[in-house]
């Protein structure tokens, strides 16, 4: 690795620890960060301070917000009955863009991950479970993602919730709409058959 | 640029930038490798389901001279597990699978014994639905594969037989069992049914054993025990603690 001046080597270093960067990368970034005017460079930086400054977790969903709680929770055209769970805050983006959504959100904070020494305690469950003793919840639609982690956290939530009365759904999973049928494997064509729903 | 085809096990698979994975997997023929998947992560992506963790698949990919990432190029199912995923102790003995075969075999090296313990150890879990028996058989065959099993017969500090219904003592680093008047400070006690049941497993193929070995509490406290000391030897010969193994639960 070339020697760099210790300010430029500190920069790559902090950039380095984005996810999805490596040194070359990061080497780039810092030259472009260096390259553009001060005031181009200084407004990266204040925008991570602001949202650093102001953006916290929603102490009802997790949702990342910068009025606590978010403006789901808050919101009263929301229908009150249904929580849709996800992963990370960012999933929330996912489901809304359907518009076909309209009930409250829960973020767990990831999903169940033994190799990375995740366990129920480390996600947001408790306050989801806290949020099913009102009453008022009557459906917990589970969207977490389609692969070993996201379904063991899905069957993980459906024996914790499904005593206490409330329904819990699964989003389906199955052919992406587009793709062609003959290159489906068959794990993604049993899941779509067990999704089938009537026509 | 050759492209490879080569039997394989799925060990783990990392997000990698925009919506590629990084996978790292066993090949039958060619040993542990680590390669990127590019769109792997997106819906429309030819890997499916692939590419999921243990998934028993047919892989190719090419070798880049100057890279030590492999390119997957394609890759077809030939067994699935993604379903025995969905009990939450099951998927921590999955886990440890594919953590401990990642910590112990090194890079490029082929290992066709180590390969059918993985297949067999996950078929079983998938097939039963329970993990204490195959999770303490693939723990002592590794330990066993790896060249680490002590003598299950002999102290092996005086050299006297452990006798069948006495309790023997381990300690991970003396990579000894030593019986009732070599035990040393900081030695733990292993149990007369785990011993025992250690002894079935050398001998014996898993499936047969799952048939012999009671399937109540008390066996699988048995399983257990030969599994922590068999994690205990592991841990002490890659030289760190398995992070899995800490959402590990008492059976049951
Ligand atoms: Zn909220
Ligand atoms: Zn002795």
Redesign the pocket.
């Known amino acids: 690795m070339p020697d760099f001046a210790p300010s430029v080597s500190r920069l790559i270093d902090e950039l380095k620890r984005l996810p999805g960067i490596g040194q070359k990368t990061a080497q780039r970034l810092a030259f472009y960060l260096l390259r553009v005017d001060r005031e181009q460079a200084l407004a990266l930086s204040d925008a991570i301070r602001d949202a650093k400054d102001k953006i916290r977790h929603c102490s009802v969903c997790n949702n990342l917000t910068d009025a606590d709680p978010c403006l789901f929770c808050t919101n009263s055209t929301r229908n009150r009955s249904m929580i849709c769970v996800v992963e990370e805050a960012t999933n929330i983006q996912a489901v809304e863009k359907t518009r076909q959504f309209n009930g409250l959100y829960h973020v767990l904070g990831g999903s169940l991950s033994p190799l990375q020494g995740i366990g129920p305690d480390k996600l947001n469950i408790k306050n989801l479970i806290e949020r099913l003793k009102g009453g008022t919840v009557e459906e917990i639609i589970v969207a977490t993602s389609p692969t070993a982690e996201g379904e063991a956290t899905a069957v993980y939530l459906s024996k914790l919730i499904k005593p206490l009365g409330v329904r819990v759904s699964r989003i389906a999973m199955g052919i992406p709409v587009g793709s062609d049928l003959e290159y489906a494997d068959e794990v993604t064509m049993l899941k779509a058959m067990e999704g089938r729903r009537d026509l | 640029m050759p492209v490879h085809e080569s039997e394989a096990i799925i060990l783990q698979s990392y997000a990698l930038g925009e919506g590629d994975r990084l996978v790292s997997f066993l090949s039958r023929t060619m040993g542990r490798m680590r390669g990127v998947a590019a769109g792997a992560r997106k819906p429309k992506s030819r890997f499916g389901s692939t590419l999921e963790r243990l998934s028993h698949v047919r892989i190719w990919y090419f070798e880049r001279e100057t890279r030590e990432l492999v390119r997957i190029n394609q890759c077809e199912m030939i067994e699935s597990f993604l379903s025995a995923f969905s009990d939450y102790a099951s998927s921590i003995a999955l886990a440890l699978f594919s953590e401990i075969t990642g910590a112990v075999l090194p890079e490029k090296e082929a290992s066709d014994a180590n390969f059918r313990l993985l297949l067999l150890a996950t078929q079983t879990v998938k097939r039963t639905g329970k993990c204490e028996l195959p999770l303490a058989y693939f723990a002592l065959w590794t330990v066993k594969l790896g060249g680490w099993l002590p003598s299950l017969d002999?102290?092996?500090?005086?050299?006297?037989a452990?006798a069948a219904n006495d309790p023997a003592c381990f300690s991970p680093s003396a990579a000894a069992l030593?019986?009732?008047?070599?035990?040393r400070p900081g030695m733990r006690l292993v149990s007369p049914p785990a011993l025992s049941l250690a002894r079935k497993m050398v001998a014996e193929r898993l499936d047969r054993l799952q048939d012999g070995v009671a399937a109540d509490a008390a066996g699988a406290r048995a399983a257990r025990e030969v599994t922590e000391m068999m994690l205990d030897i592991i841990e002490h010969q890659i030289d760190r603690k398995l992070v899995s193994r800490e959402l590990l639960e008492s059976p049951a």
């Open positions: 002999r102290c092996g500090q005086c050299g006297q452990l030593a019986c009732g008047k070599c035990r």
